[in-house]
């Protein structure tokens, strides 16, 4: 069954048509494809509003961003049911080109409310729909994901697990796992470790089974080829700006060794590449945050673009999930003097500083008594009012940029209206090869995903027919007996009986044990708290 999402023209009218001026620019119906791209490169600035590019821009030097040669047009970011999006929701939607509600992952919402979309079968709640990456695999394209924050966090998990609760790390980690990557690279080892999950699971051991593991930079410079999980920090990586190269490597560095081993792979590969700190840095209005990693995932740009311009048949899309905070420059205290207050004013107060917010936390003493001099030394900042050091004082270290943030983006006359996220349109970015027209226009954020789907040749609709087959309905058409037992609520398990067989299925795995013997499944058995969801590979186990 086709499911509703906003979906583009046809493909195999657009393998026939011309490469003509019109071809090279399109909004997502009139997009054409001349010949399948072999590579796609996603890569997304979590909470980047435009301003935060802007002020990043000006901050180097008012020099041209790799970005900037790439701006195609809009994206609009509202979910399923409100105008302004959750990033689960809005990662999901450029993951699968479906509309989602606040905290799915990877799954449908409960209604389509916003106008415009339509109406959801009821019977379709919840229920996992297959992402472009899974599509990929399914194809036989090596498949990677990136992020600065943890691995499970909302997007990465958008496109590699499925679950109503972006919070349930356990779940999408262990979906993660099993999801059988070519190569995952960020953080949150913590959150794999048997000690400190409900199920007690030992994932880091499980993942050393099947990938080379690296923890430093050092160790990820020296693989060259094969699957890679790398993780450099038990939870999220540091902002850029005050991030050590000998303990954690830049998303640059990052994203050049996944091309370098993915691009090995004779069928062409996907990969996704999340600034994920951008967007805490907007939620903390903190400036320096933004700027610094801003432009770290700039750089990122810069070497996904270097390579498909070399290979000539990779595309590379960069958007933004969801604007965030409302930064701009200038405030309230340029209400009267915004045309003649010059850009020094704006930039000279960022320049002085040499750490973010949060790096400023471990040159705090631990009874804070030097935070004037860390202030200035660090900062710049030498006229702290009492209530400020007072603020810093009380502020606990992982909330540090939420204090020191706002102080210098007063100084700077950066202005903020909210620390959450914001419902404006963001800037498409697309660097399309000759054998595919450029997205172009304003366009809705599920658009993303039909543009990938369409320039490799995938069809999400049959991957999620292929993934998500509601597991009690198939098996009991076929005379079996089910069972959910989540007697071991950490560790259910699906469990089908007929004649002879036994199958048993652990949810967020891809295993069926049949009548004890293992077999691997081509993707990992769900469940959405209502439902399990099995690969029609398991369905075909029982005849």
Request: charged share 20%.
């Amino acid at each position: 069954m086709k499911l509703n999402r906003i979906i583009s023209g046809l493909l195999a009218a657009a393998m026939t048509f011309t490469m003509t001026e019109s071809v090279l620019a399109a909004g997502i119906n009139d997009v054409h494809v001349q010949n399948e791209v072999k590579n796609v490169i996603l890569l997304i600035p979590d909470g980047m509003s435009t301003g935060a590019l802007t002020l990043s821009r000006w901050y180097n030097g008012g020099n041209e961003l790799n970005l900037d040669s790439m701006a195609s047009g809009l994206v609009r970011t509202y979910s399923s049911d409100a105008p302004i999006a959750d990033s689960a929701p809005a990662g999901t939607a450029m993951a699968t080109g479906y509309k989602s509600h606040t905290g799915f992952v990877g799954v449908l919402p409960d209604v389509n409310s916003m106008p415009g979309l339509e109406q959801l079968n009821p019977d379709d709640k919840r229920k996992p729909v297959a992402t472009i990456l899974e599509a990929a695999q399914l194809d036989g394209k090596a498949t990677g994901i990136i992020a600065t924050s943890e691995i499970m966090h909302a997007t990465p998990a958008d496109f590699t697990a499925h679950d109503p609760s972006r919070k349930n790390y356990d779940s999408i980690s262990e979906q993660q796992v099993y999801q059988e990557l070519n190569v995952v690279i960020g953080s949150g080892s913590k959150f794999f470790a048997e000690e400190n999950r409900k199920d007690n699971e030992d994932l880091i051991a499980e993942i050393k089974k099947n990938y080379q593991y690296v923890t430093s930079p050092a160790e990820l410079r020296n693989i060259t080829k094969g699957n890679l999980w790398a993780m450099f920090a038990p939870s999220a990586l540091a902002y850029d700006f005050d991030r050590d190269p000998a303990k954690e490597p830049s998303i640059e560095e990052m994203t050049k060794k996944a091309i370098e081993l993915l691009s090995q792979d004779e069928d062409g590969f996907f990969l996704m590449v999340e600034g994920s700190k951008v967007d805490w840095a907007a939620h903390a209005n903190d400036p320096i945050g933004v700027i610094s990693d801003v432009l770290a995932f700039d750089k990122a740009v810069g070497a996904a673009l270097d390579f498909a311009k070399a290979d000539g048949n990779t595309l590379v899309i960069a958007a933004t999930d969801h604007g965030n905070s409302g930064i701009s420059i200038g405030n309230s205290s340029t209400d009267n003097s915004y045309d003649k207050t010059p850009l020094s004013a704006f930039i000279n107060p960022l320049k002085r500083a040499s750490l973010t917010g949060e790096g400023i936390a471990s040159k705090l003493n631990a009874d804070r008594s030097n935070v004037a001099e860390v202030m200035s030394q660090y900062y710049g900042i030498n006229d702290l009012t009492a209530e400020e050091i007072e603020a810093i004082k009380n502020t606990e270290d992982g909330d540090m940029n939420y204090s020191v943030g706002p102080m210098i983006g007063k100084r700077a006359n950066i202005g903020f209206t909210t620390k959450g996220h914001t419902g404006e349109d963001v800037t498409l970015y697309v660097y399309a090869p000759a054998n595919i027209s450029q997205l172009t226009g304003t366009v809705e954020n599920t658009d993303i995903a039909v543009y990938m789907e369409k320039a490799m040749g995938l069809d999400l609709d049959q991957a999620t027919d292929r993934l998500f087959v509601k597991a009690r309905d198939v098996f009991e058409s076929k005379g079996a007996k089910v069972e959910f037992n989540n007697s071991d609520v950490n560790n259910p398990v699906f469990i089908v009986e007929k004649d002879n067989i036994k199958i048993e299925m652990p949810i967020n795995k891809n295993i069926a044990y049949v009548n004890g013997k293992a077999v691997k499944l081509d993707g990992v058995v769900v469940f959405n708290g209502i439902n399990v969801y099995v690969p029609q590979s398991a369905a075909d186990l029982i005849k």
